[in-house]
């Protein structure tokens, strides 16, 4: 859902629009994975949210690497433990649509998620001046 400040764009931009969009940005907030390792190579601070992946091997040293504290499973990090590790929880910790308790555990506990986050980015220095002009995507 987009909500007042951020946005979902999954399946609304290029790669291109994409790196523009990260490049432009104060900061990115997302799940492991292609989005958060762009914007690392490109300098952009992140707040990485890990589910299954392991933020010691995944994690960069200057992103806040989170995992959901209120997730009890065993096995975590599982990734490539079978062949089916990111489609499913290989512990079958799910909810009834499926979504692995790793990643349903953030909302239990998103007033830390929140507090942290908020945090991080307050850290960072000032943002940019509204006056810095933009690149805009070729």
């Known amino acids: 859902l987009d909500e007042p400040g951020g946005a979902n764009l999954v399946g609304r931009t290029t790669v ?3 790196v523009w969009i ?5 900061g990115v907030l997302a799940c492991e994975g292609g989005t958060v390792h762009l914007a690392a190579h490109l ?3 992140t707040v990485v949210l890990f589910g299954p992946t392991d933020p010691v ?11 959901a504290e209120s997730c009890a499973c065993p096995r975590r990090p599982c990734e490539f ?16 649509h499926g979504h692995a308790e790793c990643m349903t555990a953030f909302l239990d506990d998103a007033d830390n998620l929140v507090a942290r986050t908020a945090d991080f980015f307050l850290e960072l220095s000032p943002p940019k001046d509204a006056s810095t002009e933009r690149r805009s995507p070729s």
Do not use: F, K, M, T
């Open 43 to 45: 300098g952009v601070p």
């Open 16 to 18: 291109e629009e994409l």
């Open 57 to 67: 091997y995944w994690g960069y040293g200057a992103s806040l690497n989170l995992v």
């Open 22 to 26: 990260i490049r432009n940005a104060r």
């Open 81 to 96: 433990s079978d062949a089916g590790w990111h489609l499913r929880c290989v512990e079958g910790r799910e909810d009834e």
